[in-house]
């Protein structure tokens, strides 16, 4: 019985190929977890531009309401202070009918 306890205890662990695949592999699935989540703050910023959109065109439509015209292309001293809390990071400008454009999203 003691004899193949000794055997046994000889016996355990990896040997250097078991590791060195178990590395490999390791290796591998972390390639393909940085390359998926890489990608990821392009989409956020996108997004986030297009917001910002959405809350430009926002604005201009509750300007419109108010003042029955659109503010002039790109001056948003109308708009900040009342229909948006302060000008977004993109640049926008809207034609007379009030169509959003720019910001590079």
């Known amino acids: 019985m003691l004899r193949k306890l000794r055997e046994r205890a000889d016996n355990e662990g990896f040997t250097l190929i078991e590791l060195l695949i178990v590395i490999t592999i390791l290796g591998i699935l972390a390639g393909i977890v940085v390359f998926a989540v890489g990608t990821t703050g392009s989409n956020a910023s996108t997004a986030a531009c297009q917001a910002d959109k959405k809350t430009v065109e926002t604005a201009i439509e509750a300007y419109k309401a108010t003042t029955k015209s659109y503010p002039t292309s790109g001056d948003y001293t109308n708009l900040v202070p009342g ?18 454009s720019g910001g590079g999203c």
């Open 83 to 100: 229909y948006i809390k302060e000008q977004p990071p993109e640049t926008f400008s809207w034609d007379s009918n009030g169509i959003v």
